[in-house]
Structures are given as C-alpha cells and as structure tokens.
C-alpha cells in the first residue's frame, strides 16, 4: 500500500534529501542546522520540535519529494524528455573574462548581469565560496556585476541554496535565481502556494545537473596533494578555462592543479540516492536551462567555452533575445537533437525513470509527489533489458541503505 512521507526525518532516511535548506527557512522555531553529514553532504537538523503547521508546509514544498513538472495537459508539442521548448541555442558571454572564468561559455553570468543592470531585478539568487572554507558553498543574493562574476563558476558540491530564501523575498525586491532544476522547482512549488514568490521571482535560470558530489571528491583532491580544507583559501571545480583545471590555493600561495577527469573519475565521491531518482535534472520548470556543448557529454580537450541553452517559457525567450540585442551575449541557433547529443546521461536518466521510481514503490518506500513530469513517454520504446537493469540497479541500492550511507557513485548506472 502506497503510503506518504510525514516528517522530516521520513524525507532525509529514505534518501529523498538534497540538503538545499528550504527546511530550514520554513521552520525558524525548530533551529535546523545544516550539517555535513558523513559522507560530504549537508542534511537538516532540528534542535527543537517542528511544529505540525511548518512540517505540513514543508511536506508540500521540499523539492525532494515535491517535483511537478510542465507535462500538464497544455503540452502538446513538447519534446518528451527536454519538455516545453520555444527556442534552442548554442552560445557563450559575449564578454572573454566572463567567458573564461566560468565554468562552460558564461551564459549564466551574463543573463544574470544583465538582469541586475538592466534594472530587471535587484538581486540574484546565486551560490558561491564559504569565505571561511574554501570547498563550502553559500547562498547569495547578488546585487551587481561584479559580485555576479564573483558566483560564476561550477560548484560541484552541496550547498543549502534555498535557507535565506523567505528572507530575501521579505525585501519585497524583484528577484532571479541562476542555480540547480531542483532549486527551481522548489522556487515554483513555493510559487504555487505564495503571492509574494509569485509576484517577486520574476526569471529562473537553471543549469542542467548531472549529480551534485560529495566533499569526499575534494577532499581526496587535497589528500592526494598533502593538503586539507584546513590549508586552502581559494578552491575551483572547474573553470578559468573550459573545462579549465581543478585548482587549489594555499594560505602560503602554493598552487596546486587537477585535470577534469581526475576529479570525476578518479576521486572517491557518493551521490545522493535522491540525484539517481531525480525526475527532472534538466531544469524542465525554469525559464531558461543551459549546460556544456560538448557532443559525447564529455570534453575532448579544452575550448573557448560554450553554452547549450534551451529557453522553455517566453519569459526566458525575451530574456535571450533581449540581452542578445543587448551584446551581452552571442547566440546561434541549433536543434533538440544537439543538445541529447550533448546530454546522453540525462536523456538515459529520463527515459530510466519510471522503472526506477517503480522500483522504490516495490522496496516501499514513500510516495513522492511527482507530477505532469512525462516519465512513460520517455520510457516509451525503451529495451527491456535496460528498464530491468535500472529496475535492479535502484532496488539494489535501495536495499544496500540509502539515506546518509556511503554509496560508491556509479554514476554511468
Ligand atoms: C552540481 C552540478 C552538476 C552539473 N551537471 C551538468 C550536466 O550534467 N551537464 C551539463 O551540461 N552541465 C552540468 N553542469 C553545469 C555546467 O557545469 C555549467 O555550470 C553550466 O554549463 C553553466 O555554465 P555557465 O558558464 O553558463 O555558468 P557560469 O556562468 O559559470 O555560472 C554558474 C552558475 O551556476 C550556479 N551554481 C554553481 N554551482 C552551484 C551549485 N552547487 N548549486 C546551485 N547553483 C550552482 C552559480 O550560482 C551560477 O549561477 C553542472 C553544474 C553543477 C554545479
Ligand atoms: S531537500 Fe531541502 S527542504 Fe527537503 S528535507 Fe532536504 S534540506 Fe529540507
Ligand atoms: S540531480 Fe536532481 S536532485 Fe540531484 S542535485 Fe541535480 S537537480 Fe538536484
């Protein structure tokens, strides 16, 4: 019998958490901190009882287990696993620093510029560097250019993005938010239910994700070079480049660096269970959603830095052409062919969904609210072989303790 999730603690057990803090902000009596959990990922905890209200409120809106995607019934035309899709392009900042210092060709950057410069909003909703820990990641609020440049940049790390969310809004200022499709849709689900969210959040940009990785993977990054988070003050994913290295600083100035590969392929790291179910890692509910352009999924070598982008809403189509008129940024044209060619992860995750998900109802696991999301005609046509594997491969992993406990990532699986 399908039963539902009830609490906070139903949320993070069953690996439905993604530590993104809305919690947090929802429930102010119960003092949540975030706290990194084991394995380098950061989970709610609450030092007082929550009451029923915040908890119901937070059962409704946490984008782990409330994802309600655009496959509603006014989606005719949409492509099955990119969703709603008014224009596609290949592109990158039109300005180079900007374009060398991010992390693909700076797209997020510059249409985050532009908004705040061009009087669109006041601020953006961004993440970057913990001043007081170089792998840690905060929320913030952007107001300018150059503290928008200042956020640019990969961050492949946990981050409680949303846990100063309400504080914003009670600015009662205009608002985007640049940042991960699970932010997003935690930003409509809140939306959906709140006058202010609606009024205020005028633009989401989302980037296309393909998994957020433990601090274990920079933490194995330091320990190969004899180094702590205790010895860095500066710390890069990727970026300065495209992909560019992965960097270290020293308080003492050594600098230290790391190829693209090695970080994802030869650091130890876990995902979390809740990104191996994630129905909508391309960003389906924001305005505009942009990724890598590199066909195959992965880089041959370095580049000048491109964008795919994908705008899914006319507010996201204006936004382009808009800040292309304004030289901001430069765009060509391309297909939704293109990007699956760019992507082949998440159009495999897309069409593996609906088994995987059947396979966390079979182990019984809590229901999420998932809708309007287009799994089965994703999975429509799919090979037996691979909905089995998949089916498997969830149930495994659902059996092997899912939740806080280290996972080895089989990211490809
Ligand atoms: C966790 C993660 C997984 C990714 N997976 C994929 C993928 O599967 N396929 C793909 O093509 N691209 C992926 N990317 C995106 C890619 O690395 C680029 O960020 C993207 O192409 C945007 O490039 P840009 O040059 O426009 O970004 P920039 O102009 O450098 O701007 C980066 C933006 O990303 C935001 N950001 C960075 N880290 C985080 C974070 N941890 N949480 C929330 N927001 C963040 C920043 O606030 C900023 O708004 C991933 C990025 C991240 C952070
Ligand atoms: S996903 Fe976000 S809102 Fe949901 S439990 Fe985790 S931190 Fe809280
Ligand atoms: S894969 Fe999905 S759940 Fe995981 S961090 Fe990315 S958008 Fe969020």
């Known amino acids: 019998m399908p039963h539902s999730f009830r609490t906070l603690e139903d949320i993070i057990d069953n690996g439905f958490c993604i530590g993104c803090g809305l919690c947090k902000a929802l429930a102010p009596g119960a003092v949540i901190t975030m706290v990194e959990s084991e394995n380098g990922h950061l989970r709610p905890r609450a030092s007082n009882p929550i009451q029923t209200e915040q908890e119901a409120a937070i059962m409704r809106l946490c984008p782990g287990i409330n ?101 914003i809004l009670a600015e009662g200022e205009p608002i985007a938010v640049a940042m991960k499709p699970c932010d997003i849709a935690a930003i409509r689900n809140l939306q959906a239910e709140n006058e202010r969210a609606r009024k205020l959040i005028v633009c989401t940009i989302a980037l296309f994700c393909g998994t957020v990785p433990s601090l274990e993977a920079s933490d194995d990054f330091l320990a190969r070079r004899g180094l702590t988070r205790n010895d860095i003050v500066e710390f890069r994913w990727r970026g300065h480049g495209c992909p560019g290295p992965t960097y270290a600083r020293t308080a003492d100035g050594r600098e230290f660096e790391g190829a693209y590969r090695e970080f994802w392929v030869d650091n130890h790291w876990t995902t979390q269970f809740r990104c191996k179910i994630c129905p909508d890692a391309v960003g389906l509910q924001a305005d505009i959603a942009t990724g890598d352009a590199w066909p195959g999924g992965w880089p041959k070598g370095e580049d000048d830095g491109w964008n795919m982008l994908i705008a899914h809403t006319e507010v996201g189509e204006h ?5 292309e008129a304004a030289g901001k940024i430069w765009l060509e044209d391309s297909d939704i062919e293109f990007v699956s060619d760019t992507q082949p992860h998440h159009v495999s995750l897309r069409r593996a969904l609906a088994a995987r998900l059947a396979a966390g109802r079979i182990a019984g696991l809590p229901e999420p609210n998932f809708s309007d999301l287009g799994l089965n005609a994703c999975a429509a046509g799919l090979d037996p072989d691979t909905l089995a594997k998949n089916f498997a491969g969830t149930l495994r992993r659902i059996r092997a303790g899912q939740g ?10």
């Open 319 to 323: 936004l382009l052409a808009d800040c």
């Open 67 to 167: 994802i309600h995607g655009p496959f509603g019934k006014t989606m005719g035309d949409a492509d099955p696993v990119w969703g709603a899709v008014k224009r596609v392009a290949r592109g990158h900042a039109a300005d180079p620093d900007t374009r060398f210092r991010a992390a693909a060709g700076g797209i997020m950057t510059a249409l985050s510029q532009f908004l705040v410069e061009s009087g669109r909003v006041s601020k953006v909703l961004q993440v970057r560097a913990d001043p007081e820990n170089a792998v840690a990641s905060r929320p913030v609020a952007n107001r300018d250019a150059e503290s928008v440049l200042a956020s640019s940049g990969s961050r492949y790390a946990t981050c409680a993005t949303l846990e100063r969310l309400p504080d």
């Open 404 to 413: 806080d406990e280290a996972v080895k990532a089989d990211y490809a699986d």
